[in-house]
């Protein structure tokens, strides 16, 4: 990581990209001390895509069936990421398994978005399973990308009530809010050097983090304390 100027990130992605326009705005904004300099989506179509365009950042599409085999298609995705001294890879919507030998390369510095309080609701369709599992909480986590999906060192976490008669879109639209807010927030911390990946413990201003950091919205916390 540069010991001075702005943290270089790649964002990638495989859809609409609002998570990569929070990231932007911050960074444009000044509120991190960062700048992307590469989004790759895997997905030509991706309307993220767009929105990357109309902020100016520089775009890629890397797609997975352009290549023989899930090697050569990483080995394309790194020679980007590398091309462009990325210095930290945000997982914003990518749909797609990343090999432990990819993360690997990249040990501490791959981050991910997952709409769930993990280790609740690993995987796909978490909004939709929170609802059938007639959860009364629901949430983000923001965490570093390790070999296991979804299952790397959890950073920071925000909560969001779940309201009886909610629908899926609801829901999803209450934890995407968050989403926006949590995601620039942890880079900002990297950014800012306070915080990395040591082995499989986060230290935060030099200190392990024993728990995520929970960055839940004000009116959460005072329905909690109220009930
Ligand atoms: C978000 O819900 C994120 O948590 C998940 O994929 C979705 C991407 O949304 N990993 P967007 O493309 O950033 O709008």
């Known amino acids: 990581m540069s010991p001075r100027g702005k943290l270089k990130l790649v964002v990638l992605i495989s859809g609409r990209g609002t998570n990569l326009t929070a990231l932007a705005q911050a960074c444009r904004d000044e509120r991190l001390e960062a700048e992307i300099v590469l989004v790759i989506s895997d997905q030509s179509q991706a309307s993220g895509l767009d929105g990357a365009r109309n902020l100016g950042l520089p775009t890629a599409v890397i797609e997975a069936k352009e290549f023989a085999d899930r090697a050569l298609f990483e080995a394309a995705l790194a020679q980007a990421i590398d091309k462009n001294g990325a210095e930290l890879l945000l997982l914003a919507g990518f749909m797609r398994i990343l090999s432990a030998e990819f993360v690997q390369r990249y040990a501490g510095r791959v981050l991910n978005i997952h709409p769930s309080l993990l280790p609740k609701y690993k995987g796909l369709h978490t909004h939709r399973r929170v609802l059938e599992s007639a959860e009364r909480e629901h949430g983000v986590s923001v965490h570093f990308v390790t070999g296991e999906l979804d299952g790397g060192p959890v950073i920071c976490q ?70």
Not at 169 to 190: D, F, K, S, T, W
Not at 191 to 215: F, K, M, N, Y
């Open 158 to 227: 925000a909560r969001v009530p779940v309201y009886p008669g909610d629908t899926e879109q609801a829901l999803a639209a209450r934890v995407l809010l968050q989403e926006h807010r949590i995601y620039p927030m942890v880079v900002g911390l990297i950014a800012a050097g306070r915080l990395a990946l040591s082995g499989t413990r986060i230290l935060l201003d030099g200190r392990v983090l024993q728990a995520p950091l929970s960055e839940d919205a004000p009116h959460e916390k005072d329905l909690q304390r109220r009930g």
